[in-house]
């Protein structure tokens, strides 16, 4: 819907969110409307660039992609981060391609150009040759980008007039700085080359409605401690609560950490006396592995919060969605976290990471980014190649004539409408202030939420 006021003037948006339950299905593939998000959604939002554990020392670099952009990302001196455009002012060659460290600089590969370490250019090789219009001064630096910290990551951001990083990832950001999101470390890191549009890949990992034929591995029917009628049963159920951990964690790879499954099997095995109510015995058994947990991590030396004082403050530490592309899932000590990039309107990079907290000080080779697998790779984990299963169907399901949008269950798939909606926003081209109150709205846990009101 237009919205018109006299600062600015929303944009038509093509096969717009009309309905907040209902996706059009051009949205997954039109060619004008991908365009449209390369040149209204992307440029305008914070990126998640590289983990700063990719580029611990002065000088490392890394080169981040996104469609036909490329950002180089610098560990500065002062360990600071620096962004610039990867295109060399004399005739645009990438400078850097990769990772690696920059001793004095960068120097295109064609002709030889240098730039500093701040990005000015420091050297045209046979100078003389080129009129001075063309050797202006700061005309021949790399474009710098925006870039700033937040969680372990590097954010870039191609808009010099959105809000601060932080600001846009709210209340995500608060709540995982008191997890101490910033403290995890990669155990592993995969990738998946994914044949259907990014939003598509996105939204098949934010409603919870499809475990149950998805997932069926994770429908546990004593895990509430009841099977049908009979009463709760205190082992029954810290059985089924381990039986899910184990499932998540092989599952997923280490979702739950493999070391907070045998703290929870210890547990387990000594028998714990826990109370005949159901809702006394489970609050009491989270209380104590929570605490089993903590102790273990700060134990060994790990920068770990203590998670029954997050547990009092209310905090759901499960599953956060920083808009657009980055998640964070964290269990108990660690998480796993995605990062969604386009390669295309029906093309998309999905990153897998398992984070974990390893004593402070323990040393750890850089992360490397892993080489794609293919979504029906044998490699993947049970749960991620459950969801790969299904999504080359649904993108190629889409085209069908007869198919015309998607019906969301308002209840269930809330955060898929919120979602969409925030992406009109975009690319409507509302001003800040319009989308920091929708930015809000998607930064958060994103199962069983409802439809909400976005305020556009
Ligand atoms: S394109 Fe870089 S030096 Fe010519
Ligand atoms: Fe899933």
């Known amino acids: 819907m237009a919205i018109v006021d006299r600062k600015w003037a929303a944009l038509p948006v093509p096969y717009a969110m009309e309905v907040p339950d209902r996706v059009r299905k051009e949205r997954y593939y039109d060619a004008d409307f991908y365009r449209l998000e390369l040149e209204q959604l992307w440029p305008r939002v914070w990126q998640m660039a590289c983990r700063l554990e990719e580029i611990p020392q002065p000088r490392d670099f890394v080169e981040y992609d996104f469609s036909d952009q490329s950002i180089i990302v610098l560990r500065t001196d002062d360990m600071g981060v ?41 050297y045209v090789a046979r100078r003389k040759t080129f009129a001075a219009h063309n050797l202006e001064p700061g005309d021949i630096d790399l474009v710098p980008v925006r870039c700033e910290v ?7 951001n191609l808009d010099d007039g959105a809000p601060p990083l932080r600001q846009c990832l709210e209340p995500a950001a608060t709540i995982l700085d008191a997890w101490k999101v910033e403290s995890l470390r990669t155990e592993w890191w995969y990738a998946c080359r994914l044949p259907v549009n990014w939003k598509l890949a996105v939204e098949a990992f934010i409603e919870a409605y499809h475990v149950v034929e998805t997932h069926p591995q994770l429908v546990i029917p004593t895990r509430y401690g009841r099977r049908d009628d009979a009463p709760f049963d ?29 703290i929870a099997e210890e547990l387990q095995d000594r028998d714990l006396e826990l109370p005949d109510d159901a809702a006394l015995a489970i609050a009491t058994w989270t209380r104590t592995l929570n605490d089993a947990v903590t102790r273990w991590h700060r ?46 309107a029906e093309e998309t990079l999905m990153e897998i990471w398992s984070l974990t907290r390893f004593p402070e000080g323990t040393e750890r ?54 979602f969409e909606r925030t992406v009109d926003g975009f690319l409507a081209g509302l001003p800040y202030e ?5 930015l809000e709205t998607v930064n958060v846990y994103p199962f069983d939420r409802p439809i909400l009101d976005l305020g556009f």
């Not at 850097?96 to 120097?107: L, M, Y």
């Not at 937040?150 to 870039?156: F, K, P, R, V």
């Not at 697998?373 to 991620?384: F, G, K, L, N």
């Open 82 to 122: 620096a962004a610039f455009q990867n295109a060399c002012r004399h005739r645009g060659v990438r400078v850097v391609d990769g990772r690696g460290r920059c001793d004095s600089g960068f120097t295109c590969p064609f002709h030889g150009w240098c730039y500093g370490l701040d990005g000015k250019n420091t």
């Open 150 to 156: 937040w969680g372990g990551c590097a954010w870039i």
């Open 234 to 262: 205190p082992r029954a159920f810290v059985a089924a609560d381990i039986q899910y951990l184990r499932t998540m964690s092989e599952g997923m790879a280490g979702m739950v950490h493999a070391d907070d499954v045998r």
């Open 299 to 344: 134990e060994r030396g790990a920068d770990m919060p203590d998670l029954n004082e997050l547990d009092a403050q209310g905090y759901n530490l499960e599953f956060f969605h920083c808009f657009p592309h980055y998640f964070v899932l964290p269990m108990y000590s660690s998480a796993s976290s995605y990062r969604f990039r386009p390669l295309g």
């Open 365 to 418: 080779p850089p992360p490397t980014p892993p080489d794609p697998w293919e979504c029906d790779d044998p490699r993947w984990p049970p749960i991620p190649a459950q969801d790969f299963s299904n999504l080359p169907r649904q993108q190629r399901g889409l085209h069908a004539r007869g198919f015309e949008y998607m019906r969301l269950s308002e209840q269930m798939e809330g955060h898929v409408a919120n």
């Open 434 to 438: 319009k989308l920091l109150p929708a």
